[in-house]
């Protein structure tokens, strides 16, 4: 399993991404859609549920967190992601996240 340092930038930036039926937790250096400058790492990567429940919690702890969606297969890490939430499968299941 790949380790990820986690800095003390202030603030830290969190993206997630639902794909699919699967949900992701990114870390961004920016809320860019497109991957340029995103420079996103990925925290999480699993159920609905998991990646919503985690994201709150690091909206509690002061991370900024806005959510997203991808509707590719795959690695969408450097892929463009979208902000159209209602238009992606499994919309009605999605708990969206922005904190801060």
């Not at 794909?19 to 991957?35: D, H, K, T, W």
């Not at 996103?40 to 699993?46: H, N, P, W």
């Not at 450097?78 to 939430?85: A, G, K, Y």
Request: net charge neutral.
């Amino acid at each position: 399993m790949k380790q990820v340092r986690i800095t003390t930038e202030c603030p830290l930036r969190v993206m997630l991404v639902y794909q699919a039926g699967i949900a992701n937790l990114f870390r961004v250096r920016c809320f860019n859609l497109q991957p340029v400058g995103r420079d996103a790492t990925r925290l999480y990567q699993g159920d609905f549920r998991g990646a919503e429940l985690l994201a709150h919690g690091m909206g509690m702890a002061g991370a900024i967190v806005r959510s997203a969606a991808c509707n590719e297969a795959g690695d969408i890490q450097d892929r463009p992601w979208s902000d159209d939430l209602d238009a992606q499968p499994f919309a009605d299941r999605f708990l969206p996240i922005h904190a801060n």
